[in-house]
């Protein structure tokens, strides 16, 4: 279509190279977060929210929450579970040093939510404008998600959606073998680091 002249006029985007190093996943657990939401559709209650915080680290999904809402105040339940079982409690600093990638969304951008991550001790960490590789983990595990838990059924109500989102959180952190994982699946990832950092504290 270029060579006839039949591709209509725009103006390239430029974009700084290598503005994020092109690299995204870290050394070590709880380095950084990312936060998002996703939508599916049920038969009684319509289009109903998926939230969702993953590991940059070993891609496991460390936080969910499912609600009718997509607001600042359901965003909060998934990345609340995840401190919750990453750090143990949900009092002031348990998380600080972790940064919390998320996107430009109002959600994600709001007040609530900076007051919150940031009594939890977690610094905020947007994505980089037309660089989607940012939120690759993210975007990855929600891909990932709804080609095993959500393509090719009928989910008739929320509580099926949280049924089916509880059910995969628990089969694809134990069983899901992930390339950048060495083929482990998050868990025994996780499990593995720790036996060996902790032998060296010992």
């Given at each position: 279509?270029?060579?006839?002249?039949?591709?209509?006029?725009?103006?390239?985007?430029?974009?700084?190279?290598?503005?994020?190093?092109?690299?995204?996943?870290?050394?070590?657990?709880?380095?950084?977060?990312?936060?998002?939401?996703?939508?599916?559709?049920?038969?009684?209650?319509?289009?109903?929210?998926?939230?969702?915080?993953?590991?940059?680290?070993?891609?496991?999904?460390?936080?969910?929450?499912?609600?009718?809402?997509?607001?600042?105040?359901?965003?909060?339940?998934?990345?609340?579970?995840?401190?919750?079982?990453?750090?143990?409690?949900?009092?002031?600093?348990?998380?600080?040093?972790?940064?919390?990638?998320?996107?430009?969304?109002?959600?994600?951008?709001?007040?609530?939510?900076?007051?919150?991550?940031?009594?939890?001790?977690?610094?905020?960490?947007?994505?980089?404008?037309?660089?989607?590789?940012?939120?690759?983990?993210?975007?990855?595990?929600?891909?990932?998600?709804?080609?095993?838990?959500?393509h090719g059924r009928v989910l008739r109500t929320i509580d099926e959606v949280r049924d089916a989102i509880r059910d995969f959180a628990a089969r694809y952190n134990a069983e899901s073998l992930i390339g950048k994982n060495g083929f482990r699946s998050p868990l025994d990832m996780r499990a593995t680091w720790l036996d060996t950092n902790l032998s060296r504290t010992a």
């Amino acid at each position: 279509m270029r060579e006839p002249h039949l591709l209509s006029p725009h103006r390239p985007r430029r974009s700084p190279e290598e503005a994020h190093q092109r690299q995204i996943i870290t050394a070590a657990p709880n380095v950084i977060w990312a936060i998002d939401a996703t939508q599916v559709t049920t038969l009684q209650h319509g289009k109903v929210w998926i939230f969702g915080v993953a590991e940059h680290w070993n891609a496991e999904l460390l936080g969910w929450h499912v609600a009718k809402s997509g607001k600042r105040f359901e965003a909060i339940q998934a990345l609340a579970m995840a401190v919750r079982q990453q750090f143990g409690h949900l009092s002031a600093g348990p998380a600080r040093g972790l940064v919390l990638r998320h996107d430009h969304g109002s959600t994600f951008m709001a007040e609530h939510i900076e007051n919150q991550v940031g009594f939890w001790g977690i610094s905020p960490s947007c994505a980089f404008l037309g660089e989607p590789g940012t939120k690759g983990v993210i975007e990855r595990l929600f891909r990932t998600l709804k080609e095993q838990a959500i393509h090719g059924r009928v989910l008739r109500t929320i509580d099926e959606v949280r049924d089916a989102i509880r059910d995969f959180a628990a089969r694809y952190n134990a069983e899901s073998l992930i390339g950048k994982n060495g083929f482990r699946s998050p868990l025994d990832m996780r499990a593995t680091w720790l036996d060996t950092n902790l032998s060296r504290t010992a």
